[in-house]
């Protein structure tokens, strides 16, 4: 069965950093695109990074919202992937979503509960 | 950047009727390499991460009821709910993986009339 679970989110200072992770099991981690996704409280979803396999030589992408703030990575060997958040501002609150890409790319077909960000003074 | 535009914002249909969902984006979604519409139509109810309903633009996923189909080319995208069932309120969202940055349509709520 696959699962997608993410971990690390919180109540942060504006300013502030965070490190955001997602545990995958059930697939060959290796294999997939990821991304994240985030959903501001009431509002609608939004795409903030990619992280693309070895085949693809491991890039990435990431949104203008967060470029150069975000930096998203993975850890094949672990089956992890890793959402690192810098320079936090109030309208990054959301709820931060881990999703699987359809082999080989693709829409996202599984998705994680979500991790709640708050950033606020 | 592809813009993606839903219409309606929100929709009340009644039970058993059939429910439309517009999406346009603002540039064309279809590969000349592979003719694939790179379209996908996700359902989320409150509480719940998005749930796959349909990719390459028509494609239904495993285990999705086949009241729900998708269709369309280029640039216009239909989601279309044949007879809705109470289990079908949800907001539903598009979204084009054609390049990045992805992105994802405004949502459209479907409520029971």
């Known amino acids: 069965e696959v699962q997608l679970v993410e971990s690390g989110g919180g109540l942060v200072q504006p300013g502030g950093s965070l490190r955001l992770s997602c545990a995958a099991s059930g697939f060959t981690f290796s294999d997939h695109y990821m991304d994240w996704v985030r959903q501001a409280p009431g509002k609608g979803l939004e795409w903030v990074c990619r992280s693309r396999t070895k085949a693809s030589s491991y890039t990435t992408d990431c949104a203008a919202s967060v470029k150069g703030r975000f930096t998203i990575s993975r850890d094949d060997s672990r089956d992890s992937l890793y959402l690192e958040m810098n320079s936090l501002k109030t309208e990054d609150t959301a709820v931060y979503y881990c999703a699987r890409g359809i082999w080989p790319v693709g829409a996202n077909d599984y998705w994680g509960q979500g991790t709640l960000v708050t950033v606020s003074s | 950047d592809i813009v993606m535009t839903q219409s309606p914002d929100s929709l009340a249909v009644s039970l058993g009727e059939r429910a439309t969902i517009n999406c346009k984006s603002s540039?064309?979604?279809?590969?000349?390499?592979?003719?694939?519409?790179?379209l996908a139509w996700y359902q989320q109810k409150p509480g719940q991460p998005p749930k796959l309903l349909i990719y390459?633009?028509?494609t239904r996923e495993s285990g999705v009821p086949d009241r729900f189909s998708g269709s369309g080319s280029g640039t216009d995208f239909t989601l279309t709910i044949t007879s809705l069932q109470a289990e079908d309120v949800a907001v539903y969202y598009c979204?084009?993986?054609?390049?990045?940055?992805?992105?994802f349509g405004g949502g459209t709520k479907v409520e029971i009339k």
């Open positions: 540039q064309s979604v279809l590969s000349s390499s592979n003719n694939k519409n790179y």
């Open positions: 390459w633009a028509s």
């Open positions: 979204q084009h993986y054609y390049t990045t940055p992805l992105a």
